[in-house]
């Protein structure tokens, strides 16, 4: 079981930045793989952000065609934490962004598919002002 805790959310205007982190707790963290995915008011939930786990200390990223550039997903296993770090937001970016978890690490293919992951947070609101 693995248990997820989202924070870092809040109001920011457009340009700017925020960090959002995902506490998880279970002792198979380090051998998951993790997402962010985010939804926005009547639309459907999407994939933003995924990284995975070697079994070493090489990690592959994936994400979005919409947060290229701007977003970096990253995981440090000693804290149990993953983060995701916005930059240039834009007022499209607003939206509920939850964490979610795998294990084990699904298909390059699949990592940014929802029904991939097993385990859910909670959530946390980033709003983007124009």
């Known amino acids: 079981q693995v248990q997820l805790v989202e924070s870092g959310g809040g109001l920011v205007q457009a340009g700017g930045s925020l960090r959002l982190s995902c506490a998880a707790s279970?002792?198979?963290?380090?051998?998951?793989?993790m997402g962010w995915f985010r939804q926005a008011p009547g639309k459907e939930r999407e994939f933003v952000a995924a990284?995975?786990?070697?079994?070493?200390?090489?990690?592959?990223?994936y994400y979005a065609d919409s947060v290229k550039g701007r977003f970096t997903i990253s995981r440090d296993n000693a804290k149990n934490t993953v983060y995701l770090q916005m930059n240039s937001l834009k007022p499209e970016d607003t939206a509920v962004y939850y964490c979610?978890?795998?294990?084990?690490?699904?298909?390059?293919?699949?990592?940014?598919?929802?029904?991939?992951?097993?385990?859910w947070g909670q959530g946390t609101q980033v709003t983007v002002s124009s």
């Open positions: 979610a978890a795998v294990s084990p690490v699904p298909s390059a293919q699949a990592m940014g598919v929802i029904r991939s992951y097993d385990y």
């Open positions: 990284i995975s786990w070697s079994g070493g200390i090489i990690y592959y990223t």
């Open positions: 279970g002792r198979t963290f380090s051998r998951c793989a």
